[in-house]
């Protein structure tokens, strides 16, 4: 099994804890954040940010753990950080992965979210639990799909967007970057 680093210790990185564990690919070494010093689920905090190049030169993976809500900022600054081919996709046993979509490098596909046949994701992503990606749909990079959430068939997402709890996007809708759909929310226009 390769040893994998996971970079921040919120909410987001117990959920990729989880997957990694049910998954079993991966042997977590422990996780790096500035602001905790208390092991997460049993897993010790390594240190800070400073200590990427050292686990770099290590030659181990990572994860970038760090949730999204409002900004992607702080997942991206990292993700500039790593080589993108160090940053394998975790994607839960629990979810369905079609064998005809395409996922790029980063992403975190948590427990019981489809990615249907056709459909395509950019780099670190999360497509969190119960997420729903129907066929065809595209989207970008840093996208937080957020839990229940229903984007239908042939949509197109851009990159740095927030899709909030039980959200539906119709189908064949086009959304650009940086937009932040609240939860629940029924989209049935573009948003450029």
């Known amino acids: 099994m ?3 680093v996971l970079l921040g210790a919120g ?4 959920s ?11 042997n977590i070494i422990g996780v790096l954040d500035p602001d905790k010093n208390e092991d997460i689920l049993g897993y010790p905090i390594l240190g800070d940010d400073s200590l990427i190049d050292y686990y770099i030169k290590k030659d181990v993976l990572f994860a970038i753990t760090v949730g999204q809500i409002k900004s992607s900022k702080i997942k991206r600054n990292i993700a500039y950080k790593i080589p993108k081919e160090r940053c394998p996709s975790l994607i839960s046993p629990c979810a369905y992965v079609s064998k005809h979509s395409n996922i790029g490098y980063g992403n975190h596909i948590m427990h019981n979210s489809v990615l249907n046949a056709g459909s395509s994701l950019g780099s670190f992503n999360i497509i969190n639990t119960l997420a729903n990606i ?3 749909v595209q989207i970008g ?3 937080h ?6 984007i239908n ?3 197109k997402i851009g990159s740095r967007n927030f899709v909030g709890s039980n959200a539906t996007i119709s189908n064949g809708i086009y959304i650009g970057d940086d937009k932040l759909i ?7 226009h573009n948003i450029h």
């Open 153 to 155: 068939g042939d949509c």
């Open 182 to 188: 609240g939860a629940g929310i029924f989209v049935k």
């Open 11 to 14: 909410g987001h990185c117990i």
């Open 134 to 136: 129907e066929h065809g």
């Open 16 to 26: 990729v804890i989880d997957v990694i564990e049910q998954e079993n690919k991966y």
């Open 145 to 150: 799909i957020s839990t229940g959430a229903m």
């Open 141 to 143: 990079n840093f996208n």
């Open 2 to 4: 390769k040893d994998i």
